[in-house]
């Protein structure tokens, strides 16, 4: 592990960038609508069409980096990641009416992030060959997605304070170190520097192949990993709207609030990755005992909670939403041949991302409609994945 830290270091900032990238922005929606007169429903866009392009386009990079390497397709990734956020920089600068274009630069920023990110995964899998190693690398991986998350509200609410759109010219600053850390520093194992002779034909029938080999536990791990973001992403949108409407919370002290849950998040992240090892019996209860303990503080969330106990429940659900994540990433690193997992992990990621794509969107209707239900419908589905993983999870050596 300890030759390997720079190259663990270099990948790390690849989702530590991606989510600075997407969800500093989550603070800065409210002030986005009043600046550019949108509706919430409108300014959620603005997080939902980066994930909506990377749906169907990771499983494709996933292939690609089979086929011709990682590295070969998380450069160009990074680098399309930058022109997105240089593009959405320009229109919010310079246009009178930047709404459209900003969507334009979103998406192209959404292209880009299918190619890096859920490349990242197969990657530390390639990286290492004892499942221990792996699972703690992935932990390591899984930690600098969630830090991300607790800096980026925080972040978000700083740079807006400056100018608003200051979050998308931080974008393709990010992207560059990300892509100087990964020329320099990531070494592309041996195997990895040669393209691997894999048919498009060939690829679908190796995937399928295995999807339905691995069906009894690699269905629940995917649809764990989607409903987690959806439950994320939809209670961050939702919290960052409760903190300026109902706590008057701007500004600073808002991106503080928003990062206490996240913080709890990033803990519970690297300490589930550090323990689990290759022990797939950990791995699943600690998936049923993170969902049980979000579906159970949720139910505690009322109209009239007060901001501190709203802290506190949703800090202890993001401790809970935390300690599933890295058991999901090792499981399918161990289930999964190296030849195939680029491809499996992207489906995985391009789940994920339907979750990610899919929350603040439905939650921006439910506050309109519904705002009682919203809690309730995370705890049920919290519920749901209790009993999935429960009778699904495999704990064989072999599974």
């Known amino acids: 592990m300890k030759d390997k830290r720079w190259d663990l270091l270099a990948l790390a900032s690849i989702p530590l960038m991606m989510t600075l990238g997407n969800s500093m922005l989550i603070p800065v929606l409210p002030l986005m609508e009043r600046e550019m007169n949108i509706t919430s429903f409108q300014s959620s866009l603005v997080i939902t069409i980066y994930s909506v392009i990377a749906i169907p386009l990771i499983p494709v990079f996933g292939y690609f980096s089979d086929k011709w390497g990682r590295k070969k397709v998380i450069i160009p990734s990074l680098i399309t990641v930058a022109v997105g956020g240089g593009i959405a920089t320009f229109a919010a600068w310079s246009l009178p009416n930047p709404y459209w274009l900003i969507l334009v630069g979103r998406f192209i920023q959404g292209i880009g992030a299918s190619g890096a990110f859920p490349v990242v995964i197969p990657t530390v899998g390639d990286m290492f060959k004892e499942q221990k190693e792996i699972s703690k690398g992935l932990g390591i991986i899984e930690t600098a997605n969630t830090f991300g998350k607790v800096l980026s509200p925080v972040l978000g609410a700083f740079l807006a304070v400056v100018v608003w759109y200051l979050p998308f010219l931080f974008i393709p600053i ?22 691997v002779e894999l048919t498009l034909h060939k690829f679908i029938k190796n995937t399928k192949d295995l999807i339905m080999e691995n069906k009894h536990w690699i269905f629940s791990v995917f649809v764990t990993g989607g409903v987690l973001m959806f439950i994320l992403f939809g209670l961050l949108f939702h919290f960052s709207s409760v903190l300026e409407d109902d706590f008057k919370k701007m500004g600073y002290a808002k991106g503080l609030y928003l990062a206490v849950p996240l913080l709890f998040l990033c803990i519970a992240s690297y300490t589930s990755g ?36 709203f802290l506190v429940i949703l800090s202890v659900a993001g401790a809970g939403i935390g300690t599933a994540l890295p058991c999901m990433d090792a499981y399918i690193t161990e289930g999964v041949p190296k030849e195939e997992r680029g491809t499996i992990t992207s489906i995985y990621s391009s789940i994920r991302f339907v979750g990610v794509a899919a929350g603040p969107p439905i939650i921006a209707v439910m506050m309109k409609e519904m705002p ?9 589905l919290c519920i749901l994945l209790v009993l999935v993983n429960w009778l699904s999870l495999d704990t064989s050596k072999k599974g």
Do not use: Q
């Open 174 to 195: 990010l992207s560059l170190v990300s892509i100087l850390l990964v020329i320099f520093l990531v070494k592309v194992p041996k195997e990895e520097e040669k393209e």
């Open 274 to 309: 550090c323990k689990i090892g290759e022990n797939k019996v950990m791995m699943k209860w600690l998936i049923v005992a993170g969902n049980s303990i979000a579906a159970l503080s949720f139910l505690f969330i009322r109209d009239n909670t007060g901001l501190v106990l």
């Open 372 to 380: 009682e239900f919203i809690y309730y419908c995370f705890s049920a």
